[in-house]
């Protein structure tokens, strides 16, 4: 009785790439600046709008989008950005400027 019988196991399920991810726009990842007074601030680049000298993103306490703080100023590097009642916003450390024109009521 010779019963060697090894069960052959085949290779290895081949993986089937999952392009599933359309990654079209690059989808630019958050990051974290510190406020004059410290504190660390959350800068998230998908939402901002455009100022005279270079982009304003909206600035959170928390990653999550928590807790709005004001704005980043992408052409000083600086959080130091005051917003009028007006919606007008202006960075305080260059001449950053974004004219409330075109100010959409939907956004917070
Ligand atoms: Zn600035």
């Given at each position: 009785m010779s019963g060697t019988d090894r069960a052959l196991s085949g290779p290895s399920h081949g993986?089937?790439?999952d392009a599933g991810e359309a990654d079209a726009d690059e989808a630019p990842e958050p990051f974290t600046r510190e406020t004059p007074e410290g504190e660390v601030v959350h800068v998230d680049p998908r939402e901002g709008d455009r100022g005279t000298e270079g982009a304003f993103l909206a600035v959170y306490r928390t990653p999550g989008g928590e807790g709005r703080?004001?704005?980043y100023c992408a052409a000083c590097d600086g959080v130091a950005v005051a917003m009028d009642t007006m919606g007008r916003v202006e960075c305080t450390n260059c001449d950053n400027?974004?004219?409330p024109t075109?100010?959409?009521?939907?956004h917070e």
């Open positions: 993986n089937d790439m703080y004001g704005w400027l974004r004219k075109g100010w959409d009521a939907a």
